[in-house]
């Protein structure tokens, strides 16, 4: 299994955007286009991730509360079992399946914020899709407000929106039963879909975010048919996080933005471009900061030649800790003209 992560706090910077993409997934994460005008713990506390394996592809995005452990912990524990299960060796996984393992992924998770947040009140959104192709179909599953849209001919559509009150992992749910009722699971056909796109909340935000995020989704695949086939999730991905960050400036109110998709187009594309291999895809494994021979444990890498930044240049050096894990490419978001 190849993943990337992109991690809230290791990207700060204001009005950028950071973008990895392989095949036919993308992610993109950015702090904002303004700064925040509610109350924060960190100035960036989303996440986003893919994984891509033998039998399928799972993408995820989270809008952490109160602090960067709840997104980042999520699609760790995401990304290091049951997304590579899933895209590895899924089974004969019908929808009752999926919904026992979700389920049991989703509460594993929020045990595990519930470890790591220490004093701190951390919680997270989180919205997942699982692509299979044997047969073709996409999983999904969701806790809170994070989105998930489907784009195609017949237009894009909001796949089970989220419901009043919000929910969140980081919560003293101690049982699946505790769990269930504000977790949205199922699936979803695939007939004219040409792309999957999650998104957090800093597109859709009243009085921060875009006026209509389903036109938002429409415009960025529009655009991304004139790209290149290879490119396609990466354009939907840029586009969106940078049509979210245009509307907060145009506000002065900010908000993290993080973006996870699925460019399926024509279903020979999808299989085909599943097949390339990533960059030093033999020395990554779900977690991993960078391929693995790339790096000095203790030592702060510099600035890849292949990492580029949106806008503005990092105004300092890399942070550390846990540090986003990418195979694959990452790019910048902001196209000259833009």
Do not use: C
């Amino acid at each position: 299994m190849r993943s990337a992560l992109l991690r809230g706090r290791e990207h700060p910077w204001l009005d950028a955007v950071d973008a990895v993409a392989e095949a036919h997934a993308a992610i993109a994460l950015s702090r904002g286009g303004a700064r925040k005008r509610y109350p924060h713990t960190e100035p960036n506390e989303d996440a986003a991730g893919f994984a891509l394996g033998a039998e399928g592809a799972f993408v995820a995005v989270a809008d952490g509360h109160g602090g960067f452990e709840g997104s980042e912990v999520t699609l760790e524990h995401l990304l290091g079992g049951p997304a590579a299960q899933w895209t590895e060796a899924p089974g004969a996984l019908d929808a009752d399946g999926f919904r026992r393992q979700a389920l049991a992924a989703l509460l594993d998770a929020n045990d595990a914020v519930h470890r790591e947040r220490g004093g701190r009140v951390a919680r997270t959104t989180v919205s997942f899709a699982v692509l299979l192709r044997a047969p073709l179909r996409l999983l999904h599953a969701a806790v809170g407000d994070s989105h998930l849209f489907v784009a195609g001919a017949a237009g894009v559509r909001e796949v089970a929106p989220a419901a009043q009150p919000v929910g969140f992992l980081g919560m003293a749910s101690e049982s699946v039963e505790a769990l269930a009722p504000v977790v949205r699971i199922g699936e979803e056909p695939l007939a004219g879909v040409r792309a999957v796109v999650l998104v957090t909340d800093g597109l859709s935000e009243k009085g921060v975010g875009v006026a209509d995020p389903a036109a938002a989704v429409a415009e960025a695949v529009r655009h991304a048919e004139r790209a290149p086939a290879g490119s396609r999730a990466l354009e939907v991905a840029r586009d969106l996080a940078e049509s979210a960050l245009a509307a907060q400036r145009r506000q002065r109110s900010g908000d993290n933005v993080a973006v996870a998709v699925l460019w399926l187009g024509d279903q020979s594309e999808a299989s085909s471009s599943a097949t390339r291999s990533p960059i030093a895809s033999e020395a990554v494994r779900p977690g991993d900061s960078m391929p693995t021979r790339f790096t000095s444990p203790g030592s702060p890498r510099a600035l890849s030649s292949a990492i580029t930044k949106s806008r503005n240049a990092s105004p300092g050096p890399w942070s550390f800790g846990r540090m986003p894990a990418w195979s694959g490419e990452s790019h910048a978001a902001r196209r000259p003209g833009r």
